[in-house]
């Protein structure tokens, strides 16, 4: 009786559109595979995990254009870049927002804002949410470090660049910097996964 | 002559309806959250969790103000609004609930770090915004939805969280 009530208002959460937090994609964990991805750039070149070649690994920054939070780390995911790049870690960034739901998370809004910003790493748009989905991204931004490990991309921190998005001088842990100098230096990353305050993926309504 | 009749009265309704400016925005720590749900007894509490800054929040308030005005079949039931505005910009809250005559319950987070608390609402919450977190049985029963919500959602989720554990 008690499963068929459990039920019933299951499938009626369902019917209404609407879902638990826990029944969002969970994604991957710390110490999975790398889900592959083949997206397209502001430059219009498609881009793919094989795109990195000779690289250790990669940032990659699931953000957008609109999110007050996504703008107050633009200039620390620039600097991320800077810094890792010739150390084999570029950021890779991915816009999974609708863009029905924000225009101004549009292709051609991106392109603006990369030549605005001057961003050097690609921008990546992820139009049917599948890259976002499978790596379980639910907040913009949402961090994703991945390193080489043999022949594979392994997937070795999540969660936010630092612990303080509104001052960067009020900054104590930058977690994302902590978990690529311990990649780097053939260590395990530590914390392995942190949360935040970020905006809300816009998921194409079903 | 009916029409200016009825016009009157509504004026005399508009002088004489109490001015009702907003409720005072005030600070809260999560320990405090949580001795109001323990005493809360058969309260439903539904916790939005927004910030003046996230457009999508602020587009979804009149909703919870709604919920807070006429909870009809859903009562008992305590809508709180939880800015995460940081408190240095509990001004800024001040001026919104006023702009928009909330009468429901607003407070701005006091706590530190994000990283360190988001768990403590919620193990199942990212940390994105919109979120809402509805709580039963003295904080006993906990969901938390991360997505937005319209008028009619907003009821009929909180009539089926209700119906689930009654």
Redesign the interface.
């Known amino acids: 009786m008690m499963i068929r ?2 039920v019933a ?2 499938v ?2 369902m019917c ?7 029944d ?1 994609p969970d994604g991957v964990t710390v110490g999975d595979v790398a889900p592959n991805f083949s997206l397209t750039g502001v430059d219009g070149k498609a881009y793919a995990l094989a795109s990195l070649k000779d690289m250790k690994g990669a940032i990659i920054v699931f953000t957008c254009n ?1 999110c ?1 939070y996504s703008v107050k780390y633009e200039d620390r995911i620039i600097a991320l870049h800077e810094k890792y790049l010739p150390q084999g870690f570029p950021v890779i960034a991915i816009n999974p927002n609708d863009t029905t739901i924000v225009p101004e998370d549009g292709y051609s809004k991106m392109i603006e804002r990369a030549a605005e910003k001057g961003f050097a790493f690609p921008y990546l748009v992820d139009p049917t949410q599948q890259t976002a989905k499978a790596y379980g991204a ?2 913009t931004p ?1 961090v994703f470090v991945i390193s080489k490990v043999k022949s594979k991309y392994i997937v070795q921190y999540i ?2 660049i630092d ?2 998005p ?1 001052d960067p001088a009020g900054v ?1 842990q930058k977690f994302v910097e902590g978990a690529v100098d311990n990649l780097l230096a053939g260590k395990t990353p530590e914390p392995s996964f ?8 816009k998921w194409t309504k079903p | 002559m009916i029409p200016l009749v009825l016009l009157r009265l509504t004026m005399l309704a508009f002088l004489i309806a109490p001015y009702q400016p907003g409720s005072k925005v005030v600070t809260v720590t999560l320990d405090a959250l949580e001795s109001r749900f323990r005493n809360g007894r058969d309260t439903t509490f539904v916790v939005n969790l927004w910030a003046t800054w996230c457009k999508p929040c602020v587009a979804e308030v009149p909703w919870f103000e709604n919920l807070h005005r006429r909870p009809d079949s859903l009562a008992p039931l305590k809508v709180i609004l939880v800015s995460l505005d940081t408190p240095s910009d509990m001004q800024n809250v001040q001026r919104f609930v006023q702009r928009k005559e909330i009468t429901a319950d607003v407070v701005v987070l006091n706590e530190g770090k994000p990283h360190k608390w988001i768990d403590r609402i919620d193990t199942t919450w990212s940390g994105a915004i919109p979120a809402t977190l509805i709580v039963r049985k003295a904080g006993g029963q906990r969901t938390l939805f991360e997505q937005e919500f319209t008028d009619e959602t907003l009821r009929t989720t909180i009539g089926t969280v209700q119906r689930m554990n009654p």
């Open positions: 009530i459990l208002a299951l009626t959460m209404i559109g609407t879902s638990t937090a826990s969002l609109h007050p639910r907040r949402h969660g936010s612990d303080e509104n104590e942190t949360k935040a305050i970020g905006c809300t993926i």
